[in-house]
């Protein structure tokens, strides 16, 4: 058996070619639905790398293809914005969908939603069953749920978040995806300060020869109360 405090020092090692979104590719996506548990009609993404988006784009059909309840179908049509079809079918959605992740997963990235269940879940569920044989190992492993890492580092994914100007309209899938990924990076931030071994190197988190503090005022803001820092640092004290 190996020694707990080796296991715990290697897990915690942390480096910035192994954050989701800088050395690690994210793809962060969003998918638009005939209700929570009708068919995905419309998917956008967007692709974080080195901490800015190198990739965006949306797949559509019109909403008329999707199966789904009735009284979900007015909700959509009342509040989603419309958005210009490419696809003819919900499948051709899922499969122009699945080429994207396929070329991304092979380079590297990880796939991550903003409360995955039950919308994006069954999405991918839907692309994974329509070629069963060829994709039942070639899913995102892991799902990175964006939500969890919020409530990791003390933040609320659970209220409305202000929008950038390119975060908008709501209910657009790419801009909904575009704000989950900027959420995920800005969640990353607090990780790479609050980690007791985080690297030393010149980062948001550093301050600099002049004692200024260099973190961007929503790694401030959003990083939680000075209690939850305290337990952190009693946490810290106790695992050493």
């Known amino acids: 058996m190996q020694n707990d405090s080796k296991q715990t020092e290697s897990a915690g090692a942390v480096s910035s070619t192994r954050l989701l979104g800088h050395g690690i ?17 419309a998917v956008g993404y967007v692709v974080i790398q080195d901490g800015k988006e190198v990739e965006s784009g949306m797949f559509a059909c019109p909403a008329s293809k999707a199966n789904g309840a009735d009284s979900d179908r007015l909700w959509v049509y009342e509040n989603i914005p419309q958005l210009a079809p490419d696809s003819p079918d919900p499948l051709a959605v899922r499969e122009n969908f ?3 992740w396929t070329e991304w997963k092979s380079k590297g990235a990880l796939l991550a939603a903003d409360c995955a269940w039950p919308v ?13 044989d060829e994709r039942r190992f070639s899913g995102p492993y892991p799902l990175v749920e964006i939500s969890s890492v919020m409530m990791a580092v003390g933040q609320d994914p659970m209220k409305t978040h202000a929008r950038l100007e390119s975060e908008k309209p709501v209910h657009n899938p790419v801009a909904d995806a575009r704000q989950s990924a900027r959420l995920l990076l ?9 980690w007791p071994n985080a690297s030393r190197q010149e980062s948001p988190g550093d301050t600099g020869s002049t004692g200024e503090n260099k973190w961007p005022m929503h790694v401030l803001t959003d990083a939680g109360d000075g209690e939850r820092r305290r337990n952190m640092r009693t946490l810290r004290t106790k695992v050493k």
């Open 25 to 41: 590719p994210a793809m962060v996506f969003d998918v638009e639905s005939i209700g929570l548990h009708g068919d995905g009609y």
């Open 98 to 100: 699945w080429c994207r």
């Open 120 to 132: 994006e879940s069954r999405f991918l569920a839907a692309c994974v069953d329509a070629s069963p």
């Open 186 to 194: 800005e969640a990353i931030e607090v990780t790479r300060r609050e």
